[in-house]
């Protein structure tokens, strides 16, 4: 019965970002079974019988276009590579890599989740709680401050990544980032910060007012 809506909102939303080369193609799928959602290689797969979606159906067309983002953002880049890590330099540019991916793939579903009136994931309440996003923004700007330059370990590594992602440092200030961007110069802007190389736009991001 959604079908047709939810394709055209992730398309037109894919859109907003990234031209239609970049964006297309993408297979959706509703699946039963994995986990909320992943997006890889041209395909986005969402687990229909997560509590996410049986709480709220809405959620359904919002996080199929996060993981559609990740597809977009997969082509535009090249994949990312976790072999690269323990290089001189590969933990920062994961790290800044994940901070504008994660940041896109929350920032492009606000404006139909904001028409919707559905903020209540937990991303969204961050976003809307300017204490809250204040902290997180110190956070993550102490911790890509701090990236060191050769493989630090595997246990600095975990901590490291549990702060990105367990305390939706990349998701929540990422996406901040680019809302802030879209302040200063519209979706223009927004659409030239999606290109620009992830250090570039952790330094964006490093300068952005609080």
């Known amino acids: 019965d959604n079908r047709e809506k939810i394709v ?14 970049v964006a297309y193609p993408v297979e959706l799928h509703c699946i039963v079974g994995y986990d909320w959602g992943i997006g890889l290689s041209g395909k986005v797969a969402i687990n229909l019988n997560s509590r996410l979606y049986l709480d709220d159906y809405r959620e359904i067309a919002y996080m199929l276009l996060h993981e559609a983002t990740h597809v977009a953002y997969e082509r535009a880049h090249g994949p990312m590579s976790p072999r690269e890590l323990k ?4 933990l ?12 896109l793939a929350v920032y492009l579903p606000l404006q139909p989740r904001i028409e919707g009136e ?3 994931n937990q991303d969204y309440r961050f976003l809307l709680d300017p204490p809250a ?9 102490s911790l890509l401050s701090c990236l060191p330059e050769d493989y630090p370990g595997d246990d600095e590594t975990g901590h490291i990544f549990d702060r990105l992602s367990g305390d939706r440092l990349s998701y929540v200030v990422g996406c901040s980032a ?7 110069g519209g979706l223009p802007l927004v ?10 736009f952790a330094r964006s991001l490093l ?3 609080t």
């Open 8 to 21: 055209a909102l992730v398309g037109h939303s894919l859109e907003r970002a990234f031209e239609s080369e």
């Open 87 to 90: 290089q001189p330099g590969g």
């Open 92 to 103: 920062r540019r994961l790290v800044h890599t994940l901070v504008q991916n994660e940041g």
């Open 118 to 120: 559905c903020l209540d």
């Open 133 to 141: 996003l204040r902290r997180k923004t110190a956070d993550l700007r």
């Open 178 to 184: 680019f809302v802030h961007l879209e302040k200063m």
């Open 191 to 200: 659409r030239q910060a999606v290109l620009w190389r992830p250090e570039e």
């Open 207 to 209: 300068d952005m007012p």
